[in-house]
């Protein structure tokens, strides 16, 4: 009787999870406003470069809109920004974690810590690496974002994914990451980043949606 009763427990199980994925729909979620609105200058800093891209890149990342750009400000301090989004529909792609895609562009993680920054008054989840080519080396600051929560590792973005598609309807999601690349001190590269993130951060955070 027992086993009889799991089996019917189980197929129940199975058929509401069926019901459920059938039916269910995540919505499209839209930016907070569009990014080509985002500022060319602010605070001192100026962009001087803007990429696009690749069409190749875009099959795989498939975006709903994203920014590439450098800025730099008048004392020779400069970062690269990049920001995507993805509105959680079925055209939409999902982030791809910089330990994923790095390596595979013949990058090598030297360091990687979870850290929590003061942007704005806002506590910010995010993670600090180093990686290097050659003699190549790149500080990188990045963090996940969903639902106005932001997150440093990959096992709380899939959690929040999960949780956000059954129970809000909403698996939109953004990805930012600060990076300075070159052969100065690490110091002073982190320096850059957190200065331009000070600066930029509420800025950000309007153009993406709560």
Known sequence: MNI???????????AGAGIYMGYHRD??????????????SHEGWRMIGQANLGENIL???????????????????????YLSFFNGGPDA???HSPKHCLPGGGWTEISSTHTTLDLGGEAVNLARA???????????????SMRG??????FSLKLAEITGSMFHRRRDQSFMRISVQGDGAQEAAEQQIED?????????RDFLPN
Not at 4 to 14: A, D, G, N, P
């Open 59 to 81: 099959k795989v990342l498939m975006p709903t809109d994203y920014l590439s750009r450098r800025y730099a400000r008048e004392d020779g301090s400069s970062v690269d920004m």
């Open 130 to 144: 180093v990686y290097a080519m050659g003699n190549k080396r790149e500080v990188i600051y990045y963090w996940f």
């Open 93 to 95: 792609g999902r982030i």
């Open 27 to 40: 919505l499209e979620v839209p930016l907070g406003r569009p990014f080509g609105e985002f500022p060319a």
């Open 196 to 204: 331009f993130l000070r600066d930029f951060y509420p800025v950000i």
């Open 149 to 154: 929560r932001t997150m440093s590792d990959e």
């Open 4 to 14: 009889r009763f799991r089996f019917i427990f189980i197929m129940l199980l199975l």
